[in-house]
């Protein structure tokens, strides 16, 4: 049996993994032109961390975690406001949860394509997909700019994130699913050898109103960056709009030396874009099928979506992998919906619970989440609020 899977993200690597393990060749065709290197801190827990245990990934995943002791919110000064201990917090989300720096843990899944036989998988970055096509034959992928280039396959893997081009050519314009939340969210990483040592093992936030800046410090002397803020219209330049790195110096200028100063490194093109979810009425059609973000993204603000990406494309692989006839292809798609729709949808309520109150709109609301975390350290009050997060892991 043959697959190709679009987008080489982490759901897109895990199912080419699983699928590749069970017997299965895959062609992994991705546009950037090598595994990207910028990325956001997150946690992974729950369901990620179950499936990555049994698939074996587990090992790999743990050894480029983090050790964070606190999230902390700080003001314009530097003084702290409030804070989350994070050793509580994994007790109450399930007795696991790492702290994981995005482009690791797709680097960590990619290293893991080794486990698989030689030649069983083959991978091609700077792959851009134009079209593709689907009949009682199979699947066929055409690649843009290369007349007559094509993967011909039995069944079709989306993964290639919230801007899927799998969806919007097989299941529709991208504006039918897509959900904003009302926010953008930035992510990049600047080397500051002088802010590094006092950003290690903390996860600092900045305490402030429709905009929220976050910084950890990373192993080497780098610092990665995590901003979040309102999507309204905003001045342009001379020129015409703002690019994404001037857009975040004006919105995040004054929330502290630390912010400014990463702001002055910033990279031209940083990461930024919508926060938002997927909506779906139906994940596959045919012998095509979607996973990770591009049928469920939950929101970055969910905390949830990398682990998500693995439970899925361990889930997809689990049952996609043992088939070994045409006929059998569909009905395996099928169940991984009916399986996996419940869970995804229980981690977009707990990403929409974020959204309501991740960016306080005044003071009084700022005032409110400060109460919130300090009563994380009340018993009983703290599993409440943990649940509040995880969703139902919490219980």
Same mark, same amino acid.
């Not at 062609?27 to 369901?47: H, I, N, Q, T, W």
């Not at 050898?193 to 402030?208: E, K």
């Given at each position: 049996?043959?697959?190709?899977?679009?987008?080489?993200?982490?759901?897109?690597? *895990?199912?080419? /993994?699983?699928?590749?393990?069970?017997?299965?060749?895959?062609?992994?065709?991705?546009?950037?032109?090598?595994?990207?290197?910028?990325?956001?801190?997150?946690?992974?827990?729950?369901?990620?961390?179950?499936?990555?245990? #049994?698939?074996?990934?587990?090992?790999?995943?743990?050894?480029?975690?983090?050790?964070?002791?606190?999230?902390?919110? %700080?003001?314009?000064?530097?003084? #702290?406001?409030?804070?989350?201990?994070?050793?509580?917090?994994?007790?109450?989300?399930?007795?696991?949860?790492?702290?994981?720096?995005?482009?690791?843990?797709?680097?960590?899944?990619?290293?893991?394509?080794?486990? %698989?036989?030689? =030649? /069983?998988?083959? *991978?091609?970055?700077?792959?851009?997909?134009?079209?593709?096509?689907?009949?009682?034959?199979? +699947? /066929?992928?055409? +690649?843009?700019?290369?007349?007559?280039?094509?993967?011909?396959?039995?069944?079709?893997?989306?993964?290639?994130?919230?801007?899927?081009?799998?969806?919007?050519? %097989?299941?529709?314009?991208?504006?039918?699913?897509?959900?904003?939340?009302?926010?953008?969210?930035?992510?990049?990483?600047?080397?500051?050898?002088?802010?590094?040592?006092?950003?290690?093992?903390?996860?600092?936030?900045?305490?402030?109103? =429709? #905009? %929220?800046?976050?910084?950890?410090?990373?192993?080497?002397?780098?610092?990665?960056?995590?901003?979040?803020?309102?999507?309204?219209?905003?001045?342009?330049?001379?020129? &015409?709009?703002?690019?994404?790195?001037?857009?975040?110096?004006?919105?995040?200028?004054?929330?502290?030396?630390?912010?400014?100063?990463?702001?002055?490194?910033?990279?031209?093109? $940083?990461?930024?874009?919508?926060?938002?979810?997927?909506?779906?009425?139906?994940?596959?059609?045919?012998?095509?099928?979607?996973?990770?973000?591009?049928?469920?993204?939950?929101?970055?603000?969910?905390?949830?979506?990398?682990?998500?990406?693995?439970?899925?494309?361990?889930?997809?692989?689990?049952?996609? &992998?043992?088939?070994?006839?045409?006929?059998?292809?569909?009905?395996?798609?099928?169940?991984?919906?009916?399986?996996?729709?419940? *869970?995804?949808?229980?981690?977009?309520?707990?990403?929409?619970?974020?959204?309501?109150?991740?960016? $306080?709109?005044?003071?009084?609301? /700022?005032?409110?989440?400060?109460?919130?975390?300090?009563?994380?350290?009340?018993?009983?009050?703290?599993?409440?609020?943990?649940?509040?997060?995880?969703? #139902?892991?919490?219980?």
């Amino acid at each position: 049996m043959k697959a190709v899977v679009v987008g080489a993200g982490i759901a897109g690597l *895990v199912t080419a /993994r699983q699928l590749g393990l069970a017997g299965w060749d895959v062609e992994l065709v991705e546009k950037s032109a090598a595994p990207r290197p910028d990325g956001y801190m997150m946690d992974f827990f729950g369901p990620g961390v179950e499936a990555s245990e #049994r698939i074996g990934l587990y090992p790999r995943v743990a050894a480029v975690a983090y050790q964070i002791e606190a999230a902390e919110y %700080v003001d314009a000064a530097g003084h #702290r406001t409030s804070s989350l201990d994070f050793d509580r917090f994994s007790r109450l989300a399930g007795g696991k949860v790492l702290s994981l720096l995005r482009p690791d843990l797709e680097r960590a899944a990619l290293a893991a394509l080794n486990d %698989v036989e030689p =030649d /069983r998988i083959r *991978v091609h970055y700077g792959v851009h997909v134009s079209k593709v096509w689907s009949d009682d034959d199979g +699947v /066929r992928v055409f +690649v843009d700019g290369v007349p007559g280039v094509k993967f011909a396959a039995d069944v079709l893997v989306g993964a290639d994130g919230i801007h899927s081009i799998v969806r919007a050519q %097989v299941f529709g314009a991208e504006e039918e699913y897509l959900r904003p939340l009302g926010m953008r969210a930035a992510a990049f990483i600047v080397t500051e050898p002088t802010l590094n040592p006092g950003l290690r093992n903390r996860f600092v936030l900045t305490d402030s109103i =429709d #905009r %929220v800046a976050g910084l950890h410090g990373l192993r080497t002397d780098q610092v990665a960056a995590f901003m979040v803020y309102r999507e309204t219209p905003g001045p342009t330049g001379r020129q &015409g709009p703002l690019s994404p790195r001037d857009r975040l110096r004006r919105e995040f200028a004054g929330l502290g030396h630390a912010v400014d100063r990463v702001l002055e490194l910033c990279p031209e093109h $940083p990461y930024d874009d919508v926060v938002a979810q997927i909506l779906m009425p139906g994940w596959q059609k045919g012998r095509t099928v979607l996973v990770g973000d591009a049928c469920g993204a939950v929101s970055l603000l969910a905390g949830q979506g990398g682990s998500l990406a693995i439970a899925g494309a361990a889930l997809l692989g689990d049952l996609l &992998g043992p088939v070994t006839s045409t006929e059998a292809i569909s009905p395996a798609l099928t169940e991984f919906e009916r399986r996996w729709r419940p *869970v995804v949808k229980e981690a977009q309520a707990a990403g929409r619970r974020a959204a309501s109150s991740f960016l $306080p709109a005044n003071r009084a609301q /700022r005032l409110l989440r400060r109460w919130i975390i300090r009563a994380t350290h009340v018993p009983g009050i703290d599993r409440l609020v943990a649940r509040q997060i995880v969703g #139902r892991i919490a219980k």
